[in-house]
Each structure stands twice: as structure tokens, then as C-alpha cells.
């Protein structure tokens, strides 16, 4: 075999590994696109993905966050309060409205919350009862009233359904051409939350929470000084 020979055939198996390397290569690209199609960020429209929008509250004036995807349409508003004026933490909540203008019916999970790219586990919310142990509430850390923010007592934040960490294998169901609303509560856990100006106490840094629904990510982010203050 003359040289030229042994150079040709020493590289049908480099070619041979490129193109199987690059079928890899375009395989994992079309994977990747896929997943982050399945996230709609608000505020990040792309083609092909969810629109977002904001309206205002005709009654408080306050922002309510939208994103709209093939005949559904994610509705975000978010408060803070503090249980009692001498604790450092506040409580922060927010309300998820679904509806499902579509024919299917649609599964709803928690998605997980940041606080400045900090995870933080979401609060079991009790309701109110005569047979509720207030004294076990109180002393428990990962327990909270809904009776006793002002939130969820003066309207602001919906009741209807509440999302935490236990809820991810019991899917809530939307119906079709129907909706539901689901809310959560977590602690800020950093020890100086607020801000205080001449223009009041608001939230410092960015709350960050995903909603799924029927296997999309809706993500919604809230700049601290644009959360409500729906305490008393």
C-alpha cells in the first residue's frame, strides 16, 4: 500500500467520529432548545413562547404580572407584611391565577422560590379553625395563620388553594374554560429585608418563583420595590 493510501484510509475513521460527534453535538442542541422552551419568563417574550404583560388593579392600584401561552393565560401578584412590629422578618406571599381557556384539563405544581438567587422553602399555611392549636403555630417556624395576614384577610391575596413542598405529589387540576388560583407564603430569611425611604418600607433585591403548569415553568420575577405592602 503506497502512502497516499495509508493517509486516506487512517482517515475514514477520524471522518467517521467527526460525523458522529457532530450528530451528538446537534442532538444535544435541539434537547436544550426544547427544555428552555419549556420555561416562559416574565418580561423575556420570545417567539413561539409565552407574551407577558402587566394591568393594574382598578381597586388598590397595585401590578398584576401576565403571561399568556396557546390559550392560557398566568396571572401574578405579590405582598409583604409582618406578622408582629417587633420581628425582623417579613413575610412575603403570592397569588397564581390559572386560566385554562383550552379543552384539556391542566395539572398545577410548586415550581420552587428565590430570594436574590437564595432558595427558600415556602410556609405550611394553616386555616383558620376552632380547633386550631394557635400556641403550636407560633413556636413552629415552618407554620403560618392565613387568618392572621392581613394579605389574605382583607382580600388582597387569594385562599382558594395553597402550594408548598408537600403539594408536588398532589397536583392541582384546572378544568377546562375554567381557572384557579393558588397561593404561597415564604419568610424572608435575610436579617435586614426592608428598606426604608422617604417613600416608605419596601422589600430589598428580587423574588424570583416558578409556577408549572401542564409541564411549562412560569416564571415570574418581582423587583422588591414593586411588591405591595398588604399589611395592616
Known sequence: MNTGSMRIAGLIPLLGLACALSAFAQEDAVSFKTEVRGAFVWGEDVPGGAISWTVQDPLTGT?????????????????????????????????????????TALPVEYGGVTIDG?????????????????????SNAKMVESGELYCFVSGFLSEEHFLT???????????????????????DPRHDPIL?????????????????????DYVFIWPGRLIANCGK
Not at 65 to 86: D, T
Not at 95 to 101: A, D, E, G, Y
Not at 174 to 183: E, H, L, N, Q, T
Open 165 to 187: 413542598m408537600d403539594d408536588r405529589s398532589s397536583r392541582i387540576i384546572v378544568d377546562p374554560r375554567s381557572s384557579v388560583a393558588v397561593s404561597s407564603v415564604i419568610r
Open 196 to 216: 426604608c425611604s422617604l417613600d416608605g418600607c419596601l422589600p430589598k433585591g428580587t423574588v424570583r418563583y416558578v409556577i408549572r403548569v401542564s409541564g411549562h
Open 118 to 138: 437564595h432558595t427558600v422553602p415556602p410556609l405550611s399555611v394553616v386555616r383558620a379553625s376552632k380547633s386550631l392549636d394557635r400556641k403550636r403555630i407560633k
Open 63 to 103: 401590578s398584576i404580572r401576565k403571561l399568556g401561552h396557546a390559550g392560557v393565560e398566568v396571572s401574578s401578584r405579590m405582598g409583604f407584611e409582618k406578622l408582629r412590629r417587633e420581628q425582623v422578618q417579613e413575610l412575603v406571599a403570592y397569588t397564581t391565577t390559572i386560566v385554562n381557556n383550552t379543552d
